[in-house]
Each structure stands twice: as C-alpha cells, then as structure tokens.
C-alpha cells in the first residue's frame, strides 16, 4: 500500500534520508520512530509530495507518487507536525475547501463534515475563524480535513502534539479504527507509548537509515528479555 | 535609553548576520541583489541628470517651474511615504512577534515605540532612499555642486522631510486605532483613505499645473525669475515647498534664503516629532492592546453569498475553492482591502485628472514630454499596484501550503489561477488608464491605439514580473502581504519594474515624438512599437511565469 524504495534526501552535503526502503501493508499501523533529526520528518514530507527526494521511489497504493503525484495523492491524507491553517477562513470553511482540492461532491462534504465535526467535538468553533483556535482547536481540524476524503494512506506526523488527553483519545481510537478497516497508517513519533499502544510495526530510523523494524511480537519478546520497557529499546538502538 | 542601543545593536547583528550568509545560494542572491541596485541607482542617476539637462537646457522651462514640477513630485512622496508607513506601521509597530516578547520585560512602551519607529521607518524607507539619493546625484551634477550639498541636500533635508510624513502617518495610526473604540475600524480606514485621496485633489486642483505652465511661459524668457506671486496660499505651509524652495534658492545660489527655508523645515520635523513621541507616550501602549484585540471587536462581517464554499459552482472543484479562499482571505485582511481602495481612489483621480486635461496648441517637445510623462506613470501605477497585490500571492499560500502540496493538485492550475486572478483587474486598471491618457491629446484615435494595445503588454509583463519574482524570493513564513511587499525581493522586483518602465516609454517615444512633430501617422511606426511591445512582453512574460512555477514545486 505505501512502499518507499532506496529513498533519499540530500540537502546540499547532507544526507537526511539516506537509502531508505520499506513497504507498509494495507491495514497496517506504522510507527516511524527516531531521535531529532533522524530524518522522520523528512520523510514523511518526501511521501505527502512537499519534498522531491534526491533520487529512490514512492508508490502510494500502487502509484508512482513521483510519475503520476496527483493521482497518487488522491489516496493519501496528511497530517503535519505543524498545524497551520489559513487563519482567516473558519474550520468549516477549510474543511469544504479541503473537500475541493479531492474533487469531492458538496453534499458528501456537508455529510462528512457534519459526522467529523461531531467525532472530534468541535462544536461551535468550526464556524470561528482559524485565527481564534488554540493549538489542539487546530489539530482537530486538520486531523478531521485528513478523514475527510476516505483516504487509503494516512500519513501522520506527531499526532499528539497540542491535544489535550480527552482528545488524544478521540484520535487514538479514530486512527485505530481506520487501520482496522483496512486504511494504511504511518505516523511518525516521539512518544514511545502512543507507538506502543497504537502501532502494528514499529520502524527507527537513525541518521536516515532505517535501522530496525519489528513487529508487535518481536517488540514484547525484544521487552521480555530486557526490563520491559520500550523506551530501553530505542535508547540501546539510538545510542 | 540604554536598552534601545542594546535591542537595536542586536538587530543589527541579525540583519548583517543573514546578508553575510555564507551559502553559495545566499552569496549569488547577495551578489544578483547588489548588481541590480547598482544598475538602479545609476539608470536613476543618469535619468534624473538627463531629465534636469533637457527639461532646463533644451525645453527651458526654467528654474522656478522645474522646481515647482519637483514640489508636486515631494507631494506625491510625501504622500507615498505616510501611506506606506501607515499600512507598514500597523505590522511592524502592532503585529510583529517581538513586540509581545519585549511587553514582558521591564522596557518602558515608548522605548519600544522608538526602537519600532525606526525599525519601520527605515524598513519602508530604505528603497526610496536609494532612489533619492541617486536623483540627487544626478540633479546636483548638473548643477556642479559640491560634496557637501549631497550630505546637508540628503540628511539635512531629504531624511527631515521622510521623517515628517512617517511620523504623521504613525500619529494618524495611533488615532485611528484609539478611535476604532467608539467607531468600526473599518469606517475609520476608509475615512482617512478618503481623506489622503482628497488631500491629493485638492492639492493639485489648488496648484494647477497646466495654468501654472501657461502663467509662467507668458515671461518667456525669463523664466527662471521667483513667481512666488502664483503659488497657492496653502503651498507656504506645506513640507515639500520648503524643500523645493530649498533646491531653488540653492540653485541661484542664495543661501539666506536656503538657510531660511532648511531652518522652517527643521523646526517642522522636530515639532511633527516632538508631537508624535508625545502621542505615543500617551497612546501605544494603549493602542497595543486595541490592535491585540482588533479582531474580537468586530462584530458584524461582511459576508458575500456567492464566495460562500456551501454554494455549488460553475467551476472545477479545485479551481472554485482557490477563488472563494483568496477572495475571502484577501476581503477579511484590512491591509489588503483599504490598501487597493486607496490606490484604486488615486488611480479614479489621475484618471479624472487626465480626462479633464487638454493640450491644445502645444509645442510638438512639449507633447512629447508631456505623453512620456503620462505614459511613464501609467506604467508606475501599474509596477505598484503589481508590487503590492500580485507580488505577495504565492508567498500567502503561507504555512498552509501544505494542505495545497499534498493534495491531487497540479500547481500549474494554482498558478494558472494567481495569473488569471492578478491579470484580470490589472489589465483593466491599464487599459481604463491608457484610455484615460488619450484625453489630454484630443482623444486621437491613432494614439489610443498605440497606447491601449501597449498597456496590454504592460499589464501582461508586470504581473508575470510580479508573480514569477513573488515566487523566486517566496517566504511563506511571512503573514502580513504589506512586509512581503516591501521585503528585499519586492525592492528588487519593484527596480527591475522601473527597468521596465524605461524600456516600454522608449518602444512608444519615438513613433509618438514622430507623429507630434510631423503631424503625420506613420502606420509602420506605430505596429513597429506594438510588435516590438509585444515581442519584449512575450519573451519576459515566459521566463518570469517559468520562474514563479518553477519556484511553486520547491521544497516546503
């Protein structure tokens, strides 16, 4: 469903990404784990099309993202790190424009829009203007414009950043779900909890190689034999 | 006062600090930016010398009337500069991000409001200083002037009198803002744009250049006497007679009289100043908080039914969501709205000025000079508004554009849209000036032709200028589109725009100086300009749109 094949990223003489290849299966929830600067963010843009890699592959769904951007992109919904929004249209009104660049009908946006609003306990805030929002009142949205389209490749980076534990929830159990019906996830993280809890693979990069990737059983075999923490895992690979 | 010097020592270090970047990238962009200010200046230095030359030597217009041509010119800065500053100043003195850091140190407001001014007066100043000081060089060559004229002409004179309009226009900023308490803010800015336009109308309906001319050549040849006898009584009082005075009595060398008028117009600049800090010890840190909360207080919006994202639409999906998010963002953004009211009142009165206009019996020099002159500020018009409107598109896709990039969208129709969106009203600002600018010829038919099909190639020239380069020096960090228009790209945009301008008055001079002379219409002339209009127009047009879409797929 997403595969990335010897992919790398060079900024003048440094290597972000660095022959990075891995295949993430339809259903499957990836974790994208690493220390700052390891290339995760990179990466991630290099998949969401923000970022042309230096030379490898993306196929989303099957498409090449480099040949064919826009209709590989039709499948994947992004969320970034940072969640900026045009800060003088309304939750609703980014959210219908969303809707517009995925082509989709108005009477499905207001269908969507309506449920997600809802979902993620929006409220009265969709109708204010973006410029009013707090951090988490912004990833909400941004959250629920990357839902809106029924995408098949969810890429996610730092979810939880700014959303208070009521709504981390919400989203933890929303992304659940969607990997449960069969939508491809791939989140890049900081908190080893969160990966824990949510992910099926767990992937760490370093200096923008893939490192190791394991499993949810080769996690908690790799746990047993140590003091079962995650966290002893990725400081010991990392070092 | 010790904290100014620190906190203006440090920015500085931060501006010498990015000019200095080591970068290849950066030292090319350094090096590109050094060339084209350089070319500038001297084009402006050699323009403004020959200007002088033939307007005194060849036209002989004489000295009091080519002054008081320059007085109507510092009116016309004096206006710029304050209208700028106003718009520059509500970013820089009340949106900029130190501005809350520096609020919770032990700084007293008016100290911030000095390091601010200055910050925002030299930031919107810096361009035009350049231009000024290359005019400068080239009017007092002409006249063999010594050095020392350049210092005490530049310092002593050029900086009091920017100093004067850029405090006013702060003061004016600061009450507007006190005012938006009892009144709608919005009804504030255009009651003042209203006023500046007003200002500007009754300034020049007061002087009355044609009969000012006429008056004046009556004593021909005697025409550098002191006619002071026809200036308007309201002219004693303003800033740029003292200047021009300055310059004129300068010229015929009499420096009681230079002395008098530099004297006025340093006492002018200390009071206008001298009443600015006041207000803003009694006003900024009040204001400040009004601005902080501008937003909230504004109760009733002004909504378009048909920009709303709920209503289906004739357009493609994509396409309809980038014209109803622009136009939204464009229409609740203050300093783009009342910005293009402004300029739109200005470009209605020229245009009425120009309608009014009639050159008859004319010397065939004169109407030449008179259509370069018309022509040459269409074309100015033109550049700012490109400048100010179309250069800061791509920058305001913002951080947001994220959302754009990592859509099914193909960037070509993005910018396809900015094009169309900026080209549409451009060119029917150019094209309702160029036939405006008929008027003072008699409405003849042969020129509006000429004029119309040009002005066309203009506007498709300047705004491909304005987008392409608005995307090669894109920072999409930046929010307030009035910093991006005076950011360093926008300085070097708007000098190449003045190229332009050069270069599309010389295509129309000839055929034009031609057909003035000879009264003859040279059919070959005239589709000679056009094509070559054309040919300039295409070519440039290419390269600056490959630029910008270029530009559009770069990293984010």
């Given at each position: 469903?997403l595969?990335?094949?010897n992919?790398?990223?060079?900024?003048?003489?440094?290597?972000?990404?660095?022959?990075?290849?891995?295949?993430?299966?339809?259903?499957?929830?990836?974790?994208?784990?690493?220390p700052?600067?390891?290339?995760?963010?990179?990466?991630?843009?290099?998949?969401?099309?923000?970022i042309?890699?230096?030379?490898?592959?993306?196929?989303?769904?099957g498409?090449?993202?480099?040949?064919?951007?826009?209709?590989?992109?039709?499948?994947?919904?992004?969320?970034p790190?940072?969640?900026?929004?045009?800060?003088?249209?309304?939750?609703r009104?980014?959210?219908?424009?969303?809707?517009?660049?995925?082509?989709?009908?108005?009477?499905?946006?207001?269908?969507?829009?309506?449920?997600?609003?809802?979902?993620?306990?929006?409220?009265?805030?969709?109708?204010?203007?973006?410029e009013?929002?707090?951090?988490?009142?912004?990833?909400r949205?941004?959250?629920?414009s990357?839902?809106?389209?029924?995408?098949?490749?969810?890429?996610?980076?730092e979810?939880?950043?700014?959303?208070?534990?009521?709504?981390?929830?919400?989203?933890?159990?929303?992304?659940?779900?969607?990997?449960?019906?069969?939508?491809?996830?791939?989140?890049?993280?900081?908190?080893?909890?969160?990966?824990?809890?949510?992910c099926d693979?767990?992937?760490?990069?370093?200096?923008?190689?893939?490192?190791?990737?394991f499993?949810?059983?080769?996690?908690?075999?790799?746990?047993?034999?140590?003091?079962?923490?995650?966290?002893?895992?990725?400081?010991?690979?990392?070092? | 006062?010790?904290?100014?010097?620190?906190?203006?020592?440090?920015?500085?270090i931060?501006?010498?600090?990015?000019?200095?970047?080591?970068?290849?990238?950066?030292?090319?962009?350094?090096?590109?930016?050094?060339?084209?200010?350089?070319?500038?200046?001297?084009?402006?230095?050699?323009?403004?010398?020959?200007?002088?030359?033939?307007?005194?030597?060849?036209?002989?217009?004489?000295?009091?009337?080519?002054h008081?041509?320059?007085?109507?010119?510092?009116?016309?800065l004096?206006?710029?500069?304050?209208?700028?500053?106003?718009?520059?100043?509500?970013?820089?003195?009340?949106?900029?991000?130190?501005?809350?850091?520096?609020?919770?140190?032990?700084i007293?407001?008016?100290?911030?409001?000095?390091?601010?001014?200055?910050?925002?007066?030299?930031?919107?100043?810096?361009?035009?200083?350049?231009?000024?000081?290359?005019?400068?060089?080239?009017?007092?060559?002409?006249?063999?002037?010594?050095?020392?004229?350049?210092?005490f002409?530049?310092?002593?004179?050029?900086?009091?009198?920017?100093?004067?309009?850029?405090?006013?226009?702060?003061?004016?900023?600061m009450?507007?803002?006190?005012?938006?308490?009892?009144?709608?803010?919005?009804?504030?800015?255009?009651?003042?744009?209203?006023?500046?336009?007003?200002a500007?109308?009754?300034y020049?309906?007061?002087?009355?250049?044609?009969?000012?001319?006429?008056?004046?050549?009556?004593?021909y040849?005697y025409?550098?006497?002191?006619?002071?006898?026809?200036d308007?009584?309201?002219?004693?009082y303003?800033?740029?007679?003292?200047v021009?005075?300055?310059?004129?009595?300068?010229?015929?060398?009499?420096?009681?009289?230079v002395?008098?008028?530099?004297?006025?117009?340093?006492?002018?600049?200390?009071?206008?100043?001298?009443?600015?800090?006041?207000?803003?010890?009694?006003?900024?840190?009040?204001?400040?908080?009004?601005a902080f909360?501008?937003?909230?207080?504004?109760?009733?919006?002004?909504?378009?039914?048909?920009?709303?994202?709920?209503?289906?639409?004739?357009?493609?999906?994509?396409?309809?969501?980038?014209?109803?998010?622009?136009l939204?963002?464009?229409?609740?953004?203050?300093?783009?709205?009342?910005?293009?009211l402004?300029?739109?009142?200005?470009?209605?009165i020229?245009?009425?000025?120009?309608?009014?206009?009639?050159?008859?019996?004319?010397e065939?020099?004169?109407?030449?000079?008179?259509?370069?002159s018309?022509?040459?500020?269409?074309?100015?018009?033109?550049?700012?508004?490109?400048?100010?409107?179309?250069?800061?598109?791509?920058?305001?896709?913002?951080?947001?554009?994220?959302?754009?990039?990592?859509?099914?969208?193909?960037?070509?129709?993005?910018?396809?849209?900015?094009?169309?969106?900026?080209?549409?009203?451009?060119?029917?600002?150019?094209?309702?000036?160029?036939?405006?600018?008929?008027?003072?010829?008699?409405?003849?038919?042969?020129?509006?032709?000429?004029?119309?099909?040009?002005?066309?190639?203009?506007?498709?020239?300047?705004?491909?200028?304005?987008?392409g380069?608005?995307?090669?020096?894109?920072?999409?960090?930046?929010?307030?589109?009035?910093?991006?228009a005076?950011?360093?790209?926008?300085?070097?945009?708007f000098?190449?725009?003045?190229?332009?301008?050069?270069i599309?008055?010389?295509?129309?001079?000839?055929?034009?100086?031609?057909?003035?002379?000879?009264?003859?219409?040279n059919?070959?002339?005239?589709?000679?300009?056009i094509?070559?209009?054309?040919?300039?127009?295409?070519?440039?047009?290419?390269?600056?749109?490959?630029?910008?879409?270029?530009?559009?797929?770069?990293?984010?």
């Amino acid at each position: 469903m997403l595969q990335l094949k010897n992919l790398t990223k060079k900024f003048g003489d440094f290597v972000a990404v660095d022959d990075l290849s891995l295949e993430v299966k339809s259903g499957e929830f990836f974790g994208f784990l690493g220390p700052n600067g390891a290339g995760k963010t990179t990466t991630i843009k290099m998949i969401a099309g923000l970022i042309k890699p230096t030379s490898g592959k993306i196929f989303i769904c099957g498409i090449d993202a480099l040949a064919e951007p826009e209709k590989a992109k039709s499948f994947l919904a992004y969320v970034p790190d940072q969640p900026f929004i045009y800060d003088k249209l309304t939750g609703r009104e980014f959210l219908y424009f969303i809707g517009g660049l995925f082509k989709m009908k108005k009477e499905k946006i207001r269908e969507k829009v309506d449920f997600l609003v809802d979902h993620f306990e929006i409220g009265r805030w969709i109708d204010k203007r973006v410029e009013e929002y707090s951090q988490g009142m912004k990833q909400r949205v941004i959250i629920a414009s990357a839902l809106l389209h029924d995408p098949k490749v969810i890429v996610i980076d730092e979810p939880m950043v700014g959303l208070d534990p009521r709504s981390a929830r919400i989203v933890k159990d929303t992304l659940k779900q969607k990997s449960k019906e069969g939508v491809t996830i791939f989140m890049s993280t900081h908190s080893l909890d969160v990966a824990e809890e949510l992910c099926d693979t767990i992937g760490i990069i370093k200096d923008g190689k893939l490192i190791a990737q394991f499993n949810a059983s080769e996690i908690e075999e790799f746990k047993q034999s140590r003091d079962g923490k995650l966290e002893s895992l990725f400081i010991e690979l990392t070092k | 006062m010790s904290e100014v010097v620190l906190i203006l020592k440090y920015k500085l270090i931060s501006i010498f600090k990015s000019a200095l970047d080591s970068k290849w990238g950066s030292v090319l962009k350094e090096l590109a930016s050094i060339f084209v200010f350089t070319g500038f200046a001297l084009s402006t230095f050699i323009s403004s010398n020959y200007a002088t030359a033939y307007l005194l030597s060849e036209a002989k217009i004489g000295l009091f009337l080519f002054h008081r041509v320059l007085s109507m010119l510092l009116f016309v800065l004096f206006v710029l500069v304050s209208l700028g500053n106003i718009i520059v100043a509500f970013s820089t003195l009340y949106k900029s991000k130190d501005i809350e850091f520096f609020l919770t140190t032990p700084i007293k407001p008016i100290k911030i409001y000095v390091i601010k001014f200055l910050d925002n007066f030299f930031y919107s100043s810096s361009t035009m200083f350049i231009f000024i000081f290359a005019i400068l060089l080239g009017y007092g060559s002409y006249f063999m002037k010594p050095p020392e004229f350049y210092i005490f002409s530049f310092a002593g004179v050029i900086v009091p009198f920017m100093l004067m309009s850029a405090s006013l226009s702060i003061i004016i900023l600061m009450l507007i803002l006190k005012l938006s308490q009892r009144f709608d803010i919005r009804k504030i800015a255009v009651f003042a744009g209203l006023i500046y336009a007003l200002a500007v109308y009754f300034y020049f309906k007061s002087t009355n250049p044609m009969k000012l001319f006429t008056e004046v050549m009556r004593y021909y040849p005697y025409v550098d006497q002191y006619f002071a006898q026809l200036d308007p009584s309201i002219a004693v009082y303003l800033p740029n007679h003292w200047v021009a005075e300055i310059f004129y009595f300068s010229a015929r060398g009499n420096s009681e009289m230079v002395m008098r008028y530099f004297l006025i117009l340093l006492s002018a600049t200390v009071g206008v100043l001298l009443v600015n800090f006041g207000v803003a010890r009694k006003l900024y840190f009040d204001t400040l908080f009004i601005a902080f909360d501008l937003k909230n207080r504004i109760k009733k919006r002004f909504e378009i039914e048909i920009l709303s994202f709920y209503k289906k639409s004739i357009f493609h999906p994509q396409l309809e969501v980038f014209i109803k998010r622009d136009l939204k963002t464009f229409l609740r953004e203050p300093s783009q709205w009342v910005h293009l009211l402004i300029m739109l009142v200005l470009v209605l009165i020229f245009i009425a000025s120009l309608v009014k206009m009639r050159l008859y019996r004319v010397e065939p020099q004169i109407l030449s000079i008179a259509f370069v002159s018309i022509f040459s500020f269409n074309v100015f018009l033109i550049a700012s508004i490109v400048i100010r409107f179309v250069y800061p598109l791509i920058s305001l896709e913002g951080m947001s554009y994220w959302s754009v990039r990592s859509s099914p969208v193909k960037l070509t129709l993005l910018y396809l849209h900015k094009f169309v969106i900026s080209f549409l009203p451009v060119l029917l600002i150019s094209e309702a000036i160029a036939y405006a600018s008929v008027f003072p010829f008699g409405k003849d038919p042969n020129i509006g032709i000429l004029i119309t099909s040009v002005s066309f190639f203009v506007a498709l020239t300047y705004v491909s200028l304005g987008l392409g380069m608005g995307g090669y020096f894109a920072n999409y960090s930046e929010k307030s589109p009035v910093r991006i228009a005076s950011s360093r790209g926008a300085t070097i945009t708007f000098l190449l725009g003045l190229v332009l301008i050069s270069i599309f008055t010389g295509i129309t001079f000839f055929p034009i100086t031609f057909y003035f002379q000879s009264f003859k219409f040279n059919v070959e002339f005239f589709k000679s300009a056009i094509f070559v209009s054309a040919l300039v127009s295409v070519t440039l047009s290419i390269f600056f749109n490959c630029l910008g879409l270029r530009s559009m797929t770069k990293d984010f």
